[in-house]
Every structure is written in structure tokens, then in C-alpha cells.
């Protein structure tokens, strides 16, 4: 029996079987029990009666990615499972538990030719009046990995409660039949006691983001439906309310951009969310909101593109369109949250950031970090407020883009006398009356980038860990792959640095350089196919030494041991 | 911010003047936009809601450049999405008088999708498109409410299409005020431009709006128009009849409605955000 630091079980079977929901409750328990996870769901395309896999990895301490394979499969049944070859990844030490009356081993496991052992899920449930295969299932998985029979008792009276008592009292006998058919497998591996941490939280990267962007001010919310944004719709729709603010469902995207800025336009720090194609729609208004200086956060959880592409599926292949997709010379702020946790600073900075610059800023999550779900470490408190500068309402007239030294103007909202203004779209004087002249273009063009350029952004704008002369440059929801495979080419000894920005636009060209001082080697990790995030790193900053990209598109994240193989492989 | 509209001004006089800029305009001479300006003040006048406390939100086109001739708040935003913006505006400022203006093209082509919803939305806002059955700042081509035979060197001979008919759409898609102006009488427009932004809810105001240089036969207009025979109806049926059958140049109030306005609840707080993270707690 050896003690793991981290256990991944993948859970599998077809629309209904209740893959998801046993996943979600080992989490759950887990996380009561003190260790901490994460979970990601993986379905078909289909809205019901698809197949679904809960993706799940345990540890000790807290985990940003999913690992490179998966110690227990646990098939509730076969049907379709064959569409998760490529996602579930077992090894020569991997454990199959399936059903012999569940249709036959897909053919990645069965090809592996790792242990099996049947266990006769469907027969054991017809003991059991209301029960069902999933709860046996999640017995076992528990059971194996090392959690105990109570902290099960709450998770499922609270789950069930809305079914009634037969539901729940059938949920526990069949959890306590997985317990007992477990018994007898012999599995050498446990959960290591968890570290002791903070106060735990459950969480999307897509509730965070919602609950960052209220922490940071937002309290108007525009948006269509789109996945894998919807979440965060849904869970601001009623929070909003209750905290005094509303979201409207939009009839387009080009409404939801529209309309955000018409709430910015009155004084209320405003939000949409969005996937790619969403955020392609709402260009054009990105522009007006630069040339206008209207506050806003764009929230797009990127997705496989382009077009319909893999709606349910990450890809980081929207950065593009974020930092160049805009018409005209349009400068404004660009983020990219690194985990689950982080998903809330982000989304809570940029919201400080729009409001404090009166620029759009656009928030780059995928389809991992919103719809994964993580047992994490509290996050901390920052002071992150979104307020804009407003016109105090002086006796001389007012010029809503009068230029300043820091070219942040102060901003009048509706309702304050003396200070009407219309805010406009065309190239506009200081008062805001429309030109074409030279010198009124330049100026304005100047002052919306200088009041970017000239704002200090803190030592928010990248994370920066390590020393050594490799250095891994990466963004966004890989950042937690690329932290396990330099600890990993740590304990080869090979020390790597890790350098990636949260801010993308402005570019910090000085830090940037600082944090690769003394890197003699490179290697660019992204998630795209034609390689973004290297082309933007090669157009907006020096790269010292030799450069290698490990990219490729998505749907499957890259993972922590193949970046530590390109690493090593490196040091050859 | 409610108590914001009750300000001194209320119980003054006020003039048509106080809500002009002194932005000069950029339309034709002759343009019947000019007269949609002066009833836009003549309007504001009467209503004496001051200055600040109105929001005038346009796109693009030669109408959408209006809200700067005002001395309201304005805001000039992009092709097609003024009722989008003006939606957001309201909905977190409803103590804000909020005034849409477009023209055909922007409101009824590019902005077609967004006038159908703003009427199923029913937000307390007046929408004013001035129709001249043209673009004009593109200089010349066809809009949804051109006439089939009208030849343009983008559709020789003309499109071949019959008009969008904006008002029974309105109508069908549930604006809760409908009427037809024409440009030409200023105080005639005025005095409906009043009716409509007292009126709870979407209002939905077409200004028959000559284009003097793209479409000079539109000076003919003075003489077709005619005040509607009958008075406003509150039943659709009748009002979409009424608006089916008429020539088009029937001027005045042509259905009041009674539907709700949407106004969700905005700025009452029942819990403070830090108590939002208990959910995620274990």
C-alpha cells in the first residue's frame, strides 16, 4: 500500500446513469474530509442521453490540471465509451472496475491491457428497492481510494432531500453495497493525508468569475446565451439581484456589448460574458467603448474555434482576436486568469482595471477553468473596487476628453448638471465634438494609449516563480500544467522559471524583460495550432536565447508530463 | 435617484433654447431633420424635465447625429444598436428620460432585430426614426422602406422588394405607443413627441423626414400627409387594420396601449456581496 499525493478516477457512463453525479459527490466528500480536487465533466454533444465521463483527480493539496492518466476507471456502463479513448488516459498500474453485464470494455481499455475486475453492478442494485449503479459505483471509488462512509451521510441527505427518504435511504444502501463490494479489490494505493490548509471553498472558474466581477463593482450584467459562458449568466442572474444590481438576457451579443455600455454610460460598472464566437460579434461595439471610454469587462470563456468549432471543449485560440481583433489603433486591457481560484482576482481586477482607465477589458478563460469544478484554498481579499474618476463639477465647461497628465479624464454621468456631454464614437475633440482633423485624431489616439501605458499595473500583471537559466512562458488556464512539470524537472534537478503574464494588453515590456533576465532557453507552452501566444510574445517582446513552442490545439489540455518531457528532453 | 428629477427647473419656465447645443449640424440645407430637432426641444420644453436628467441615444446615419445638436446627455454609438445601449442605460437609470433616435437604416435594416425585441421588451423609452426612405451619409442607396422601383446606382432600376412596413411590425411585436409625424410640422410633432414619452413603456414614433438631396421628391410629402381620421385605439386589432390600410401618410397617435413597462427591480440590495461566499464553503 503506497500513499499517493494525487489520485485521479474518471467515471464514465451514458446519458442518465449518473456518472456526473457520483463524480460531483466524491469531490464533494473529499473536500468535507479535508483534501482538496478538482473535477471536470466531459460529455457528448448531445443535451440528454449522451454519454458523460466525470473526470476527477484527488489530492493532498491544492491542483490546477488534470493529471497525465487516471489510477481507477469505474465504468457505470460501456455505451459510447470509446469517445473518451483519447481523454482518459490509463497506465500499466491503472484499475478497471466494469459490469460484465454492461456491454463490452471499450477498446482503449481493453487494448491497454490493464487489470479489470468485474464487479456485477446491476445485480447488486436489484438487492437494493430505488437503487442505482452510480451510488455502488461511487462506494467503490471511495472505498479505494481511501474515504469513509460518513462523510457521505450529509452529502447525500442534502443532495437527495428533494426526492424524498426512499431516494436517500436507497442512495445510502447502494453507496454502502460499493463499500462492500470493494472490500475484496485489491487496489495499493491511498490518498496521503491531506495538508493542512484554509477554509476550502467548492467552486467553478465560471462562479468565481461572476463572484469577482461583483466583488469588483459590476452590478449590470448583458449577455446571451453561449457555451461554456452560460454559468457564469446563471449564477449572476439572481445574485445580481440580491446585491442591487440585474441582468438582462440579450436578443445578440451585439445587443449584450450595447447594452453594457449603455449601463456604463449611466454610472453603473457593467459586464458581459462570452465564447468566441459571442465575442467576435461584439468587435465592433469594443471599438466604440476604446474611442468612447466606456468602461466594460468582456468575459470570453474560450472554446475549440474557430466558428461553432468544439462548444464544450478548452482551446486558448482567442487571443488574436482579444489583442488584435479590434478596428483602428485601439489600445485596452487584456487578462487571462491562471486557475480555477484565480478566475475570481481576474475577473474582480479587471473590473477595477475598466473602471479605473475607462477602457473595455477583456477577460480570456476557456472552457477548463469555467466549467471545471475545484476543492481550493480560500482566496485572498484583495481591494479591488472598480470606481471611476467623475467630473466634480466645476464652474468652467465641462470637456468629457479634456487631456490630463495621466490621460484619464474625468467622467460625468447623467444626471449631473452642467456637465452634459455626448459621448461619442467618431474622432472627437476634448469636449467631445465630432472632427476629422489631424491634430484632434492624434491627440485623442495619444491620450487612450498613453492612460494605458502610464498606469501602473503591480506586481498582479504576470506570476513569476523560480530561477534558472530555462525559462517556461505560458498564460492562462495552463499555468497550473507548467507549476507541476517544473516541480516535476525540479526533482530531476533542473531548475525552471516560470513566467506567466495575467496581463496580456498593455504589454510590460520592462518587467517582462526583468523577469527573463539571466533565461538562456525558452520554451513557449499555449494551446493553440498555429502557435498565438508565441507570435505575441515575439511581436511585443525580446526573447533572449534559444526559443522552443510546445503548441497544440486543443480539446484536450496539454498536460504536466508532457511539458516536463519537452523540458528534459531539452537538457539533453 | 428618483428625487433627481424633482430639481428647481421643474418649476420654471423652460425653452425650447435650453436644450440646444450649440453644435452646428451637419445636414443639407433643407434636411427635414432640422424640424425633428426643433420639435426634439419644443418637446423637452413643454415637459420641463431638465436638461441632465434626459439621455438622447442614437447610431449612425444623418438622424443618429442629433443627440450632440441637443444640450442633453447623448451618446452617438455604433450602426444599428442604439435601442441595445439605450436598454442598458434605462433599466440602471430609470429616473432618466430616455429618447432613442434612427433613422431607416439604422433602426429598421441593421438595427432591425433590436427594434423587434425593444418592442417585446416594452422598456419606458421613446424611440424616434426619422424615415426618409434613403441613406443619405452613404449618399444614396436604398433603405428597407424604399420605394421597389426607386433606381440607385448600388440597385439599378431599382431592388424589386417591397418596404419593411415599421409601424404594424411595432405593432406585432408588442410597442405600447405608435405614432406617424411629419418632419415638416414641428409643433404638431412636438406635442406627440410629448404624448409618447409620458406614455408608460415602448414608444414607437415615425417622422416622415425628407431627404432634400437624395430624394427631392420627397418635397411632395407637405402635400400627401394628412392628420389620421380617426384618434388613437387601445384595441391592436383595430390599430393593425387601421395601420395595414391607410396611405401611409395618416399623421398622429395611432394606438396607445396598455401593457406593462419592464423595469426590473434595480438598486435594492437584500444582501451584501460578502455573504455571497458562503455557498462555496465546505
Not at chain 2, 16 to 32: A, F
Not at chain 2, 99 to 128: E, K, P, Q, W
Request: charged share 20%; with cysteine; hydrophobic share 45%.
Amino acid at each position: 500500500m503506497t500513499e499517493a499525493e494525487h489520485l485521479s478516477i474518471a467515471i464514465v457512463g451514458s446519458g442518465g446513469a449518473g456518472a456526473l453525479t457520483s463524480g460531483n459527490l466524491l469531490l464533494e466528500a473529499a473536500t468535507a474530509a479535508g483534501w482538496y480536487g478538482l473535477l471536470t465533466r466531459t460529455v457528448g454533444p448531445q443535451i440528454r442521453g449522451g454519454e458523460a465521463a466525470a473526470l476527477i483527480r484527488l489530492a493532498n493539496r491544492p491542483v490546477e490540471c488534470l493529471a497525465d492518466q487516471f489510477d481507477l476507471l469505474i465504468g457505470v456502463d460501456w455505451l459510447n465509451a470509446d469517445r473518451f479513448g483519447a481523454e482518459i488516459e490509463v497506465g500499466p498500474h491503472s484499475l478497471v472496475i466494469s459490469d460484465p453485464r454492461s456491454g463490452e470494455l471499450p477498446a482503449f481499455v481493453k487494448n491497454s491491457g490493464i487489470r479489470v475486475v468485474e464487479i456485477p453492478l446491476k445485480e447488486i442494485t436489484k438487492s437494493i428497492p430505488e437503487g442505482r449503479p452510480n451510488m455502488i459505483a461511487l462506494g467503490i471509488a471511495a472505498k479505494l481510494v481511501g474515504l469513509n462512509e460518513e462523510v457521505f451521510t450529509a452529502l447525500i441527505e442534502k443532495r437527495f432531500a428533494e426526492k424524498g427518504r426512499v431516494a436517500s435511504q436507497a442512495s445510502r444502501a447502494a453507496l454502502q453495497a460499493g463499500f462492500a463490494a470493494a472490500a475484496d479489490i485489491q487496489f495499493d494505493k491511498r490518498l496521503a493525508p491531506p495538508v493542512a490548509g484554509k477554509k476550502r471553498w467548492l467552486v467553478s472558474g465560471n462562479e468565481a468569475t461572476g463572484l469577482g466581477a461583483i466583488r469588483g463593482g459590476v452590478r449590470f450584467a448583458a449577455a446571451y446565451p453561449i457555451t461554456p459562458a452560460s454559468e457564469i449568466l446563471e449564477w449572476l442572474a439572481p445574485r445580481l439581484a440580491k446585491v442591487g444590481g440585474v441582468l438582462l438576457q440579450a436578443e445578440d451579443e451585439l445587443a449584450s456589448i450595447n447594452m453594457i455600455i449603455g449601463a456604463s454610460f449611466g454610472g453603473t460598472p457593467a459586464l458581459t460574458a462570452t465564447s468566441g464566437p459571442g465575442l467576435s460579434l461584439m468587435i465592433e461595439a469594443l471599438g466604440l467603448a476604446t474611442a468612447a471610454e466606456i468602461p466594460i469587462v468582456v468575459v470570453d470563456v474560450m472554446r475549440g474555434g474557430p466558428s461553432t468549432g468544439i462548444p464544450t471543449k478548452s482551446e486558448q485560440a482567442d487571443l488574436n482576436i482579444a489583442v488584435y481583433g479590434f478596428h483602428g489603433d485601439a489600445p485596452h486591457l487584456v487578462l487571462a486568469p491562471q486557475s480555477i481560484g484565480d478566475c475570481l482576482f481576474t475577473a474582480q481586477w479587471a473590473a477595477y482595471l475598466a473602471e479605473a482607465l475607462q477602457a473595455p477589458a477583456i477577460v480570456l478563460s476557456d472552457q477548463f477553468l469555467g466549467q471545471t469544478v475545484a476543492a481550493i484554498e480560500r482566496p485572498a481579499d484583495v481591494a479591488f473596487i472598480g470606481e471611476r474618476i467623475r467630473h466634480a463639477g466645476a464652474d468652467a465647461p465641462y470637456q468629457r476628453y479634456a487631456l490630463a497628465a495621466n490621460g484619464i479624464s474625468p467622467m460625468a454621468i447623467p444626471g449631473m448638471r452642467g456637465a452634459q456631454y455626448t459621448a461619442e464614437g467618431l474622432t472627437h475633440s476634448e469636449r467631445g465634438t465630432p472632427t476629422s482633423g489631424a491634430a484632434a485624431h492624434r491627440v485623442q489616439l495619444d491620450k487612450r494609449r498613453d492612460k494605458l501605458e502610464q498606469f501602473t499595473f503591480g506586481d498582479h500583471w504576470a506570476t513569476i516563480e523560480g530561477k534558472g537559466e530555462i525559462a517556461v512562458i505560458t498564460w492562462g488556464s495552463l499555468t497550473g500544467a507548467v507549476r507541476e512539470a517544473i516541480e516535476l524537472a525540479g526533482r530531476d534537478g533542473i531548475a525552471v522559471r516560470l513566467v506567466a503574464p495575467r496581463l496580456l494588453l498593455p504589454v510590460q515590456n520592462v518587467r517582462f524583460a526583468a523577469a527573463l533576465d539571466g533565461v538562456k532557453r525558452i520554451l513557449v507552452v499555449e494551446q493553440s495550432h498555429s502557435g498565438q501566444f508565441y507570435r505575441y510574445l515575439r511581436a511585443h517582446y525580446d526573447l533572449p536565447g534559444e526559443v522552443r513552442v510546445l503548441h497544440r490545439p486543443g480539446p484536450f489540455p496539454i498536460r504536466p508530463s508532457e511539458i516536463h518531457k519537452a523540458i528534459a528532453e531539452w537538457r539533453k | 435617484m428618483e428625487e433627481m428629477i424633482l430639481t428647481v427647473d421643474t418649476q420654471l419656465a423652460c425653452k425650447p433654447s435650453d436644450y440646444r447645443s450649440d453644435v452646428k449640424p451637419v445636414w443639407c440645407p433643407g434636411c427635414g431633420d432640422y424640424h425633428v430637432l426643433m420639435a426634439f426641444t419644443r418637446a423637452f420644453a413643454q415637459l420641463a424635465v431638465p436638461a441632465e436628467q434626459i439621455a438622447v441615444i442614437s447610431g449612425i446615419g444623418c438622424s443618429s447625429r442629433i443627440p450632440a445638436y441637443t444640450n442633453c446627455y447623448g451618446f452617438h454609438g455604433v450602426h444599428g444598436r442604439s435601442l441595445a445601449l439605450a436598454s442598458g442605460l434605462k433599466v440602471t437609470r430609470p429616473d432618466l428620460t430616455v429618447v432613442v433616435a434612427s433613422g431607416d437604416g439604422d433602426g429598421y435594416s441593421i438595427g432591425g432585430n433590436h427594434f423587434l425585441h425593444a418592442c417585446r421588451r416594452n422598456i419606458d423609452m421613446t424611440y424616434v426614426v426619422m424615415d426618409n426612405r434613403v441613406y443619405g451619409m452613404t449618399k444614396g442607396q436604398p433603405s428597407p422602406t424604399t420605394e421597389p422601383d426607386f433606381d440607385t446606382a448600388i440597385s439599378p432600376g431599382g431592388t424589386g422588394l417591397s418596404p419593411f412596413h415599421p409601424l404594424v411590425n411595432a405593432l406585432a411585436s408588442g410597442a405600447n405607443f405608435i405614432a406617424r409625424c411629419f418632419a415638416g410640422e414641428p409643433n404638431e410633432t412636438a406635442a406627440i413627441l410629448v404624448e409618447a414619452i409620458r406614455h408608460p413603456g415602448f414608444s414607437f414614433v415615425e417622422i416622415l423626414s425628407p431627404c432634400v438631396t437624395y430624394r427631392p421628391d420627397q418635397k411632395a410629402w407637405k402635400d400627401l400627409v394628412h392628420p389620421a381620421p380617426v384618434g388613437a385605439t387601445n384595441d391592436p386589432a383595430k390599430a393593425a387594420r387601421r395601420i395595414m390600410t391607410d396611405d401611409g401618410f395618416n399623421i398622429g397617435i395611432l394606438y396607445r396601449g396598455e401593457r406593462r413597462p419592464y423595469q426590473p427591480k434595480f438598486g435594492r440590495q437584500s444582501l451584501d456581496p460578502s455573504e455571497l461566499e458562503q455557498e462555496f464553503e465546505i
